[in-house]
């Protein structure tokens, strides 16, 4: 049996990690590091409101996620808790690159904090959104996550403006599946009042297609950023959450983070994957993947608390979980 490490994507607005950075030293120089890379505040990572402006505010927030997510990974390696495999979704696949020694850490930050220099959308460009979506549990069950769900149908299939952005798969009382769609704001309100009431709701206050083509303008600045980034092997099994795939060369880390901001992300490649590679329980770093609300093929515990990283250890010892798992990188 062995361990994976999951880590999830999306950039909330709450403060995230400030029980952490209370209890733990080793989070409370992670936080330091990042500051003095990022040109942030601890207090800015850690606790402050975000910025106002949309660009600003998601290069923030994506610090704010990342920092956390790593903070969790360095507690658990202070226990020798190490993960045998790792994965992510957008945000958290670039943290699990780094993780997986295939990017290095003031690297990740330094970009992360350089998407803030993204131009803003021009005055009078149409306002983009994000939406959840509830399909039948049925459709695109198959392994190719949101490739399949796209195939076999969605409730924006086929209406313009409206894109799959990610599959999370079956919830967990199996009776739906749990989508999240991109596009025009506009777009998105009309289907929401089309579809069955709950079907789709769009999130407030997210102005941001991600995962859509929409996000193309993005991709296109941080291309010359991503490109100058120096890239390796990862040292362990690392899945992909654009496609069902193990990453394993340099160039397709590189490729990850070059299309992560425009293809659909799938939660269930990468717990699919895990599972194939012999992986008996998760550990899900962060809040950004709610609890109890999604099925997974193997038990997971949610870490963003002092307390979940005991319940993470004597889980692992109950499970007989074998903790041997490579090294990640610092």
Known sequence: MSLGYLFGGGVGTEPHGLELYRAYPVVRQWYAEVSAWTGLTVGQILEEDLPTAQERRQSVGT???????????????????????????????MA???LAGAVGRRDLFEMLAYARNTPEPAPGEPEQGIAIAFAPATAGEGDGGAADAGLVGHPGRGVPGVHLAGDFGPTADGSQRLLMLAGR???LARLAAEVP????????????????????????????????MAFADPRLPLLSCLEPKVLT??????DLFQRNSTDPISLV?????????????GLVMGPSIPEGILAFPFPVVHIDQPEHIQQALSTAYDLGIDLTGSRARR
Do not use: W
């Not at 658990?76 to 790792?86: E, F």
């Open 63 to 93: 610090v704010r996620e990342a920092a956390l997510a790593v903070a969790v990974h360095d507690v658990l390696a202070q226990y020798d808790l190490r993960p045998a495999v790792i994965g992510g979704l957008s945000l958290g696949a």
């Open 96 to 98: 699990a690159s780094c």
């Open 185 to 187: 704001a506009e777009a």
């Open 197 to 228: 009431p709950g079907s789709v709701v769009p999130l407030p206050g997210r102005t941001i297609a991600v995962h859509s083509p929409l996000r193309r303008p993005f991709r296109e600045f941080m291309a010359p950023r991503i490109d100058a």
């Open 249 to 254: 060369s340099a160039d397709d880390v590189r």
């Open 269 to 281: 490649d990468v717990y699919t994957g895990m599972k194939r590679q012999g992986v008996e329980l």
